[in-house]
């Protein structure tokens, strides 16, 4: 119970919070993990803010409720700055991380947190993924370094899971699945903390 | 299709991926569906394995779940191994083909996706739509989780199609909490699913054209009455062959099944009795409640066609006080389905604990540990006379 | 899906009642489903007592079209050598198809009320 992590990913319609959490639960499941993957669902259009769960521990999880307090935030679109809450229900020393260019400490002073615990974490996952695999398609960005964030698994693990599954989608399309391994890695290692 | 990677060992997979692969797993002759969310994946999914050559199941696309379940009795009178998937309306627009399956005795074994009736309108869990159902002659069984959801279709078909039950089974998973999460799901490899269910065999399959029967025929005064005593006869066997098949499916998986699961009941004092995935909220806050000393149980009915009123009284019949979880309403100013039942479970025992019922989660409502919580320390508060305060309590609901 | 013997065998465990069903049997001689499990059992349930007209036959005007023997519900019309010999009763229903079929010109069968007696009707009713 008390080792369990629970995220929630915010998104739009489309740009992939329920793949992210869902990428995430079947990494850290090859890696051993107990785990849980869930979205709310409500109207289901393409652009509309999206909001996604996970589960994440090391006992069997026979919660099923929703996610109230979730430890780790991810905000896979920075144009929600100044829109949404996403700190809402995040106890203490939670961690926010956020898809933006913007740095750490300048983006603290934009959201204007109240609450001094939560660290916040910024990558800029759009740039990563426009590099890496030539398509702003932020969630392997944002699993990479959420996965450092949270500390969910080893990085190899990730890396090796995410490309036995990524093989099998695209086993014709080598370059995509190393260009999302690259953008993995290379997220894991830049997430930037304030 | 990504699912067809998924197949190591151990899986996340969503509750309904995990029943498409117990379908395929236990590959029936015949699939006739209709989708319906949150169904719809489960038939999606089936129809692209045998798009794919996957499975050889002769899959009928028909236009509504009446046609769905008539085509699936149809199939399963020709002597098919036939399946269908529905929820909600769904579930009750097959209300007619509903007895029929049952009082025709076709084996039918379906996945039953929990989710509220309409209206107004709402595509989120609660147990309106098999509760409603529980008195059509089916064989009713509810999954905690995506795990259960697999394993219990998998042992359905031999409850099923045992020869002395011959009764249609429904297994139900609540609609987007267990059908739309994902969680780890042991898959058992193909080989095992089909040694364990077996060839399918129904005695008086149509297709024998070298033996003429009739199935269906009008039966009146003369004869209705004995095959109706002869059903509730087969509803009664049900149980010892469920106990088995959940044994021995324990010994293939580590898994075993009851009629009802007990958690922590040992020297409880007060205990919840829940179906489905609340069950396992609720275990996480009978948990927490031990760890602060209250001798709190938990009672999951996972069978509730036939009821296990035996086990139901054996069990709470040692606490001081149930609360009864039920997640619809019967509408009968009594409160809901299972609360009835358990009630009249109790009527029997020497020792007859308090019982008090809550009705939540309608429509999809969360149910959270803090609710359950609240329930189950409200329960403590039950003594002698208190039959004449209200028993039936919303939980959740907005005053 | 035919019984062949080997599926045969895997019904062993099935207790397959293909006897007659007797009128007073208990709930555990039944057939499970309501299932008849023979072929041509409706042999067993005569229909000749509800009839109030019955099928008067004149061999003398018969041509032996056998269109009586095709139309007739209840397969009463009894034909041996290519000659319709006669009517048996015993599942008549009296619903005149016969007589309705019988080439006009000819009209070898008419249609007379029960409490009449007739003549030329060759099963006994
Ligand atoms: S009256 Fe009807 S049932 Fe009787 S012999 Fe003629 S056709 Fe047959
Ligand atoms: S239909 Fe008339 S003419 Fe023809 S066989 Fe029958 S009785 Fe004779």
Same mark, same amino acid.
């Given at each position: 119970m008390t080792n369990m992590l629970e995220i929630r990913w915010h998104g739009r319609g489309g740009q992939g919070a329920k793949t992210a959490a869902l990428l995430l639960a079947e990494a850290a499941a090859a890696a051993g993990k107990h785990v849980q993957a869930f979205p709310e669902y409500g109207p289901e259009r393409m652009g509309a803010p999206v909001v996604s769960y996970n589960r994440i521990s090391d006992t069997p999880i026979t919660l099923h409720s929703a996610v109230l307090s979730p430890g780790y935030v991810a905000v896979l679109d920075p144009t929600f700055i100044g829109s949404?809450?996403?700190?809402?229900?995040m106890p203490e020393n939670g961690a926010l991380l956020v898809n933006t260019d913007t740095p750490a400490l300048q983006l603290r002073e934009r959201l204007g947190l109240q609450n001094d615990s939560i660290k916040v974490y910024t990558i800029d996952a759009t740039g990563i993924s426009e590099a890496n695999i030539g398509r702003p398609i932020p969630n392997t960005s944002m699993l990479g370094a959420m996965v450092a964030v949270a500390q969910v698994m080893e990085l190899d693990d990730l890396l090796q899971d995410t490309e036995r599954r990524l093989e099998k989608k695209f086993h014709d399309r080598p370059r995509l699945i190393q260009g999302n391994l690259a953008a993995i890695t290379q997220a894991y290692k830049e997430v930037e903390c304030r | 299709m990504a699912l067809q990677e998924k197949l190591t060992k151990t899986a996340a997979l969503t509750g309904n991926e995990a029943a498409a692969q117990a379908m395929r797993q236990i590959h029936p002759d015949v699939v006739a569906a209709y989708p319906i969310t949150p169904q719809t994946e489960i038939v999606q999914l089936y129809s692209t394995f045998v798009n794919d050559g996957i499975v050889h199941t002769e899959y009928v696309a028909v236009e509504s779940e009446h046609s769905a379940l008539s085509a699936t009795i149809g199939a399963a009178a020709a002597g098919a191994r036939s399946m269908t998937a529905t929820s909600s309306n769904g579930l009750a627009y097959m209300w007619e083909m509903l007895y029929i399956a049952a009082g025709l005795r076709l084996p039918i074994v379906m996945p039953v996706v929990n989710r509220a009736l309409s209206g107004p309108i709402n595509i989120h869990c609660d147990h309106s739509d098999t509760m409603g159902a529980r008195d059509a002659g089916w064989i009713q069984i509810y999954s905690e989780n995506a795990q259960e959801m697999y394993d219990n279709l998998i042992q359905a078909v031999r409850i099923a199609e045992n020869p002395d039950i011959m009764l249609p089974v429904m297994v139900t998973m609540d609609g987007f909490i267990i059908s739309h999460g994902m969680e780890n799901v042991e898959l058992l490899p193909d080989r095992a699913v089909e040694e364990f269910i077996g060839e399918y065999r129904y005695p008086y399959a149509l297709l024998d054209i070298e033996n003429p029967r009739t199935i269906g025929p009008l039966t009146l005064q003369d004869f209705y009455f004995e095959h109706k005593r002869a059903q509730a006869d087969a509803v009664v066997k049900a149980k010892t062959v469920i106990l088995k098949v959940g044994e021995e499916y324990g010994q293939l998986t580590d898994r075993s099944y009851e009629l009802i699961e007990s958690y922590r009941m040992e020297d409880a004092e007060y205990a919840l009795v829940v179906l489905g995935s609340t069950a396992g909220t609720a275990k996480y806050v009978i948990d927490e409640l031990r760890q602060d000393g209250e001798k709190y149980g938990l009672v999951k009915i996972r069978v509730c066609r036939p009821f296990p009123a035996v086990r139901l009284g054996e069990v709470l019949s040692r606490v001081t006080a149930v609360g009864v979880m039920d997640r619809a309403d019967s509408f009968s100013g009594e409160g809901g389905p299972i609360f009835a039942e358990v009630r009249a479970a109790l009527y029997g025992v020497s020792h007859r604990p308090h019982c008090i019922n809550y009705i939540y989660g309608l429509g999809g409502r969360d149910i959270g540990p803090d609710l359950i919580r609240s329930a189950a320390l409200d329960i403590k508060s039950l003594k002698d006379g208190s039959e004449s305060d209200s028993l039936v309590r919303y939980l959740g609901v907005r005053e | 899906m035919t019984e062949s013997s080997q599926t045969k065998n895997l019904l062993k465990d099935h207790v397959i009642i293909d006897k007659a069903i007797e009128p007073n049997a208990g709930w555990r001689d039944l057939p499970i489903g309501a299932v008849i499990p023979k072929g041509g059992t409706s042999r067993q349930f005569t229909t000749g007592d509800w009839r109030t007209i019955r099928p008067v036959w004149s061999p003398e005007k %018969?041509? #032996? %079209? #056998?269109r009586c023997w095709l139309y007739c519900p209840d397969m009463c019309w009894v034909s041996e050598d290519k000659k319709i010999q006669g009517?048996?009763?015993?599942?008549?229903?009296?619903?005149?198809i016969c007589a309705n079929v019988c080439p006009t010109k000819v009209h070898a069968i008419e249609m007379h009320p029960e409490d009449t007696k007739t003549e030329h009707t060759a099963g006994e009713d």
């Open positions: 949404i809450d996403f700190t809402a229900g | - | %018969c041509i #032996h %079209c #056998h009517v048996d009763l015993t599942n008549c229903k009296g619903c005149g």
